[in-house]
């Protein structure tokens, strides 16, 4: 492989990893404007469930993309999100989405009531595309 190519992948490694963690620290800023609380303040007073569920009140993302901001262990949040939507205090949303973390497709989170609605839309135009 030529030098040439080389850099052309790091920059390419380098610059994903700018952007994931761009992707993380907004969604951090979200849950510290919407909690009024620093990032650190919100952690010692929530424990690890509330913090799952406090934040998808502020963002809504998919649940990697908040496991990777808040350090929340992804098995734990398959339970806390199961446990959310059984109570009906999560949705989520219908049509997946390109993951800002991932960039796989995945469906969007929320426990906020005024975002329910809008995730359980489906997107009429997906109806007759033939995926």
């Keep these: ?15 994903q990893a700018k952007y994931k963690k761009i992707i993380l620290k907004n969604i951090v800023k979200k849950v510290e404007v919407g909690t009024s609380l620093s990032i650190k303040e919100f952690k010692q ?3 690890e469930e509330q913090q799952f569920y406090e934040a998808l009140k ?15 262990n992804i098995d734990n949040a398959c339970r806390y999100k199961r446990e959310l939507e059984i109570n009906g205090h999560l949705v989520q949303s219908i049509n997946k989405v390109l993951c800002p973390f991932t960039r796989y497709r995945a469906n ?17 135009l997906k109806l007759f595309k033939n995926d």
């Excluded at 190519?5 to 490694?13: I, Q």
């Design 108 to 124: 969007l989170l929320s426990t906020n009531s005024n975002e329910f609605e809008s995730l359980l839309k489906t997107n009429q």
């Design 45 to 47: 007073k929530y424990n």
């Design 58 to 72: 502020h963002c809504t993302t998919t649940k990697k993309a908040l496991c990777k901001a808040l350090n929340i």
């Design 1 to 15: 492989m030529s030098k040439r190519n080389t850099n052309g992948f790091n920059h390419t490694v380098n610059r």
